[in-house]
C-alpha cells in the first residue's frame, strides 16, 4: 500500500473538461508558492505536456516528453526530480506523449485482471517527503491518467467555467473522486476555482455557485476570487514562456509607453496592461489553496 502519510501535501488540479485553464493554474499556483518560499514539485501527468508552455522550460536539455514518469509509473521504480529549480524552490516532473503509453498499458494489465491504479502513489510517496507542495496537472479526458493522478493526491482542485457543461464535468471529476477514495486514502475536493469569468459578473457568479452547490452539497467550496478572462495576457505568458506574474513584473517595470512616443523610438515591448489584474487573481487563488490545506489540516489534527 502507498504510504499516503507522505502524500499528504498533493494538489491535483483537475476536472472532466478540456480548456478551463486547469494548466494555466496549475503552474501559476505552484509557481507563486514556490515563489513566496515552499518547496514545490509539479507533476505534468498530461500527454499534451503543455506546462512547458506556462513555465518556458521547452527546450530544456533534460525535457523527457514524459519519459522517466511513465517508465517510474509501469516498472514501479521511485520517481526523482528531472529538471531541477525550474524557478527557485520549483522543479518538474514533465509529461508529453510518452504517458499515452501508460493509459494502454493499465488497460491491457486490466484485461488481465492486474490493474493498479496505485502506480503514482507508489513511485511518488518516496520522493513527496522532500516537498512542502506538489501540484499534479491533468489531461482533459483521459480517465486511467486521472484515476492515478487522483489516487496520488490528498485534495483536488477544480477550475471550472460558468457555462453548464463546465459545471456537468464537475459531476464526472466527483464520480472519479469517490472511485479512487478508500479506507486508507483521504481525498478530498479543496475548492471550485470559477475562470473566464470577469469579476464584476456577481450574478453569473451566484448562479454558478447554486449549480455547484446543488451538483455537491457542501463538500466542495467555490473559493472567493476566481480567475478573470484575458486572453491577450494568457497567450503572451505562453509565448514567452513566463508565469502571469512574472509577465506583471515586466509590465510594471516597463518604459511608459508615451516616454518612446516622445523620443520617436519605438517601445522595445508591448506588454498587455491585464497582467497585474490577472496576476493578483492568481495571488489570491494561491492565498486560498494554502490557507484551505493549513485550515483542513488543523481541523483534522483538532478532532484526532
Ligand atoms: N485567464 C484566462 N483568460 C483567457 N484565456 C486563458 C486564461 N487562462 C488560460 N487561457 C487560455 O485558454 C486556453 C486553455 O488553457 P489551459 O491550457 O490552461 O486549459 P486546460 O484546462 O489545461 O486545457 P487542456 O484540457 O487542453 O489541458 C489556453 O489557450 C490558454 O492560453
Ligand atoms: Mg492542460
Not at 515552499?38 to 506556462?54: A, E, K, V
Not at 517510474?72 to 510518452?98: C, F, K, W, Y
Not at 522532500?130 to 486521472?146: A, C, E, K
Not at 477544480?158 to 464526472?172: E, N
Request: glycine share 8%.
Amino acid at each position: 500500500m502507498p504510504d499516503y502519510v507522505q502524500l499528504a501535501r498533493v494538489v491535483c488540479v483537475a476536472t472532466g473538461k478540456g480548456g478551463v485553464s486547469k494548466t494555466s493554474l496549475t503552474a501559476n499556483a505552484a509557481g507563486l508558492a514556490a515563489a513566496a518560499g515552499h518547496r514545490t514539485l509539479l507533476i505534468d501527468l498530461d500527454p499534451q505536456g503543455d506546462l512547458s508552455d506556462d513555465l518556458g522550460y521547452f527546450n530544456h536539455p533534460a525535457l523527457d516528453e514524459g519519459r522517466h514518469l511513465a517508465n517510474a509509473m509501469l516498472s514501479g521504480t521511485p520517481l526523482q526530480t528531472v529538471i531541477t529549480n525550474v524557478r527557485a524552490n520549483l522543479d518538474v516532473i514533465p509529461g508529453g506523449e510518452h504517458l499515452s503509453d501508460v493509459s494502454g498499458a493499465l488497460l491491457a494489465r486490466q484485461a488481465r485482471g492486474r490493474a493498479s491504479f496505485d502506480l503514482l502513489a507508489e513511485c511518488l510517496a518516496p520522493l513527496a517527503g522532500d516537498y512542502d507542495l506538489i501540484f499534479i496537472d491533468t489531461p482533459p479526458t483521459d480517465d486511467t491518467l486521472q484515476l492515478l493522478a487522483l489516487s496520488a493526491s490528498r485534495w483536488l482542485l477544480i477550475p471550472t467555467k460558468a457555462d453548464t457543461s463546465s459545471i456537468r464535468a464537475i459531476q464526472r471529476i466527483a464520480a472519479r473522486v469517490a472511485e479512487a477514495r478508500s479506507a486508507d486514502h483521504a481525498l478530498d475536493i479543496l475548492g471550485v476555482v470559477l475562470v473566464g469569468v470577469p469579476t464584476a459578473a456577481t450574478r453569473v457568479r451566484s448562479a454558478a455557485e447554486q449549480d455547484i452547490h446543488q451538483l455537491l452539497g457542501d463538500v466542495a467550496p467555490l473559493f472567493d476570487r476566481g480567475i478573470r478572462d484575458s486572453a491577450a495576457v494568457a497567450r503572451e505568458t505562453r509565448s514567452q514562456g513566463v508565469l502571469v506574474h512574472e509577465l506583471a513584473e515586466k509590465v510594471e517595470g516597463a518604459e511608459p509607453f508615451w516616454k518612446s512616443l516622445r523620443s520617436g523610438t519605438t517601445p522595445s515591448q508591448r506588454l498587455p496592461g491585464s497582467a497585474p489584474a490577472l496576476a493578483d487573481d492568481y495571488v489570491r487563488v494561491t492565498e486560498q489553496i494554502l490557507l484551505r490545506i493549513d485550515e483542513l489540516e488543523n481541523a483534522a489534527t483538532g478532532a484526532a
